[in-house]
């Protein structure tokens, strides 16, 4: 019988040699090895090197298109400029004049007021004819499929181009609408829907809901093929009514989904700016002025680019308010479709 002699480096009692140290918990590497420490932190050190290389263009990439245009608008807009100081770096300090001027200034007043009106309009229209399409679209009929097709039609099309289009449908001379309301009878005369200043935001709005249906309608669609079955089931056995059904199981479950659509519906509309140039440019009489395209004027036309300048900041402190309620409800979604509250 073969008898093994005791490695004088185990400790009795043990299976670990005398003179190691346990691991230092960086996988396995041993601190009484100073090579393979140093060529683990090499690793590591090549390693974040590597992610920040990657990460690099991103961030050049968003500082060039993003940060610097901001900071650039916000320094203008306390800065006192002409076309004679616009290609230098820096301007006469203005301070607060320009904000005054907007809040003083009775277009870019009327042209805050049409953005909420286009955009709680806009908002409102689009969210009940999307929703009710994708009801429709939740039911099976023959063509269902083609007709979802038919929705995105409208995002195939740049801005611009179905500004041109809405133009000639609602123009006074041979527009489509108006032949079509005068052979069914609701007029009896072509309506001026375009140089009437009563009647033109509508026209935009008209052209702006036809835009945004698809959106909601997508994502509202997407929504309601989460319901569960057996809880549609389950409503319909308790003796619910379609209306109970959809208002008392069905928007509770996609209400995430519904909030998040809206605010992505406001901050989309908000910015419209191709749609009313290509449609109305602004007119007749200032009466279809918006944000965007009253502070493109107070900068490109009228060479007020301080005052355009504060105007557009409006926009972006609607974009500070809107993203963190963005993420709020991202999370709270995340949180109730897990079962945990973030």
Request: proline share 6%.
């Amino acid at each position: 019988m073969a008898i093994h002699e005791r490695d004088p480096g185990m400790v009795e009692g043990g299976g670990q040699r005398r003179g190691s140290s346990p691991p230092d918990g960086r996988s396995g590497v041993r601190a009484s090895d100073p090579t393979r420490l140093a060529s683990w932190l090499s690793l590591e050190r090549k390693q974040r090197l590597a992610g920040w290389a990657f990460l690099t263009p991103a961030i050049l990439y968003v500082l060039f298109a993003f940060a610097l245009p901001i900071i650039y608008n916000i320094v203008l807009s306390f800065e006192q400029t002409s076309p004679a100081t616009i290609a230098d770096i820096t301007a006469p300090f203005a301070g607060l004049a320009n904000y005054r001027f907007i809040l003083h200034d009775p277009t870019s007043i009327a042209a805050i007021v049409h953005t909420f009106e286009f955009t709680g309009g806009s908002l409102v229209g689009q969210f009940i004819i999307g929703f009710s399409l994708a009801l429709l679209f939740s039911l099976r009929f023959p063509g269902r499929t083609f007709a979802r097709s038919l929705v995105i039609v409208p995002w195939l099309l740049p801005l611009i181009v179905t500004g041109v289009i809405f133009k000639f449908l609602f123009q006074l001379q041979g527009g489509a609408v108006d032949q079509l309301l005068v052979n069914i009878g609701l007029v009896h005369h072509p309506i001026d829907w375009l140089d009437n200043p009563h009647l033109a935001l509508w026209t935009i709005l008209i052209a702006n809901i036809w835009l945004g249906v698809p959106f909601f309608t997508l994502l509202l669609f997407s929504a309601l093929q989460d319901v569960p079955l057996d809880v549609k089931e389950a409503a319909l056995m308790d003796g619910a009514g379609a209306w109970q059904r959809l208002r008392l199981v069905i928007v509770p479950i996609i209400l995430p989904v519904i909030e998040v659509t809206v605010l992505l519906g406001f901050v989309f509309t908000v910015k419209v700016f191709d749609l009313v140039i290509g449609l109305t440019g602004g007119g007749p009489a200032n009466s279809t002025q918006l944000i965007t395209t009253w502070s493109y004027n107070l900068s490109f036309q009228q060479f007020s680019f301080g005052e355009g300048a504060a105007l557009n900041n409006l926009l972006l402190l609607l974009a500070v308010i809107c993203a963190p309620i963005y993420l709020m409800l991202n999370r709270g979604s995340l949180g109730r479709s897990s079962g945990v509250e973030r």
